[in-house]
């Protein structure tokens, strides 16, 4: 989670990427939580790999996310961007035993049990158009075969996700080395997939784990949609989204909407798929499909798929926005 998300700015700017909350949680912190439900097992030691830039207090923050879940929190720092291998490889002391990898900037559901007898588990996802992603093939055995990288011709329709199981994380890790010292790159980066490629050459067996969603945070308008399928998700789990604290006066709130601690809503109509964060105040506005962090204020404004930063003033009646933290439209 080392890069800056610029293609989410403002939002990135204040905020790294994957501590923005969807649903009122940071998008990191959702991740691991559901990697952990997927494995069913103890997790020993969580590790970030950041930048340096990112400061103490995120840094804070994602160790007390690993707490929260009984795991060490570590911290790596990958300062250049040289690819998915060399980023893993930058918490290489972290590499030992049973591992997952995972990139920050995505969120899924599944019900599926990890194969722990398999040599690596790959989470795909069935999609319509394989050509814009990474996609896997399968034998007649369930196992992975191949990999290939946004095909032109139809080859499968499973689409690497981005997070990966390794039973060994010395084998990995060794892979990995491999190509950092032999200086295998592509397009001036060190990845994943060319290791994947030698793992699978040398016998191991890869088989994929599917998931049932899938969710990006890449931009804005596709983290305001991941928001509002996530609210939705939680609302047909039962989960409490509105806080006990919030102050509602002659106002509606349509469900599934997050709604975080000490919020003000007047004279408003908020949902459905609204998240607002604590402290935030709404007046004389109507809000849906959006997404707004914390302590910021709204009035007179109706807005749908938009997404609003911390300590934000709006006001007014632009209809789809995208400001960042601090901002002011009077």
């Given at each position: 989670?080392?890069?800056?998300?610029?293609?989410?700015?403002?939002?990135?700017?204040?905020?790294?990427?994957?501590?923005?909350?969807?649903?009122?949680?940071?998008?990191?912190?959702?991740?691991?939580?559901?990697?952990?439900?997927?494995?069913?097992?103890?997790?020993?030691?969580?590790?970030?790999?950041?930048?340096?830039?990112?400061?103490?207090?995120?840094?804070?923050?994602?160790?007390?996310?690993?707490?929260?879940?009984?795991?060490?929190?570590?911290?790596?720092?990958?300062?250049?961007?040289?690819?998915?291998?060399?980023?893993?490889?930058?918490?290489?002391?972290?590499?030992?035993?049973?591992?997952?990898?995972?990139?920050?900037?995505?969120?899924?559901?599944?019900?599926?049990?990890?194969?722990?007898?398999?040599?690596?588990?790959?989470?795909?996802?069935?999609?319509?158009?394989?050509?814009?992603?990474?996609?896997?093939?399968?034998?007649?055995?369930?196992?992975?075969?191949?990999?290939?990288?946004?095909p032109k011709d139809f080859i499968s329709d499973l689409a690497i996700i981005g997070i990966y199981y390794f039973k060994s994380g010395?084998?990995?890790?060794?892979?990995?080395?491999?190509?950092?010292?032999?200086?295998?790159?592509?397009?001036?980066?060190?990845?994943?997939?060319?290791?994947?490629?030698?793992?699978?050459?040398?016998?191991?067996?890869?088989?994929?784990?599917?998931?049932?969603?899938?969710?990006?945070?890449?931009?804005?308008?596709?983290?305001?949609?991941?928001?509002?399928?996530?609210?939705?998700?939680?609302?047909?789990?039962?989960?409490?989204?509105?806080?006990?604290?919030?102050?509602?006066?002659?106002?509606?709130?349509?469900?599934?909407?997050?709604?975080?601690?000490?919020?003000?809503?007047?004279?408003?109509?908020?949902?459905?798929?609204?998240?607002?964060?604590?402290?935030?105040?709404?007046?004389?506005?109507?809000?849906?499909?959006?997404?707004?962090?914390?302590?910021?204020?709204?009035?007179?404004?109706?807005?749908?798929?938009?997404?609003?930063?911390?300590?934000?003033?709006?006001?007014?009646?632009?209809?789809?926005?995208s400001i960042g933290d601090y901002s002011v439209l009077e």
């Open positions: 989670m080392a890069g800056r998300g610029s293609r989410l700015r403002p939002h990135t700017l204040t905020v790294p990427k994957p501590l923005i909350p969807i649903a009122g949680k940071p998008i990191v912190h959702r991740l691991v939580e559901d990697i952990a439900g997927v494995i069913n097992q103890d997790i020993e030691e969580i590790a970030f790999i950041i930048h340096k830039d990112f400061g103490t207090q995120v840094e804070k923050e994602l160790v007390a996310i690993a707490e929260k879940l009984g795991s060490k929190g570590s911290i790596y720092y990958q300062n250049e961007a040289l690819g998915t291998a060399h980023a893993i490889m930058c918490a290489k002391e972290s590499m030992s035993g049973p591992l997952v990898v995972a990139y920050a900037d995505t969120l899924f559901r599944a019900d599926f049990s990890l194969d722990t007898s398999a040599d690596s588990v790959i989470w795909v996802k069935q999609v319509e158009d394989p050509s814009a992603f990474g996609v896997v093939q399968l034998n007649g055995q369930n196992q992975i075969v191949d990999f290939v990288e946004k010395e084998t990995l890790r060794a892979e990995l080395q491999y190509l950092l010292d032999n200086n295998v790159v592509k397009g001036g980066e060190y990845q994943l997939t060319d290791a994947l490629e030698n793992m699978k050459v040398k016998g191991l067996k890869f088989v994929p784990g599917k998931v049932d969603e899938w969710m990006d945070c890449g931009n804005k308008p596709v983290t305001v949609e991941t928001n509002s399928r996530m609210l939705q998700f939680l609302h047909q789990d039962g989960v409490q989204l509105v806080a006990d604290s919030v102050l509602l006066q002659n106002s509606t709130i349509i469900a599934p909407c997050f709604i975080g601690e000490d919020v003000q809503i007047i004279n408003s109509t908020v949902g459905p798929n609204v998240s607002l964060g604590k402290g935030c105040h709404v007046s004389n506005s109507s809000m849906a499909n959006s997404l707004v962090q914390n302590h910021s204020h709204i009035k007179n404004a109706k807005l749908n798929e938009s997404m609003i930063g911390s300590h934000a003033i709006f006001n007014g009646e632009f209809t789809s926005i």
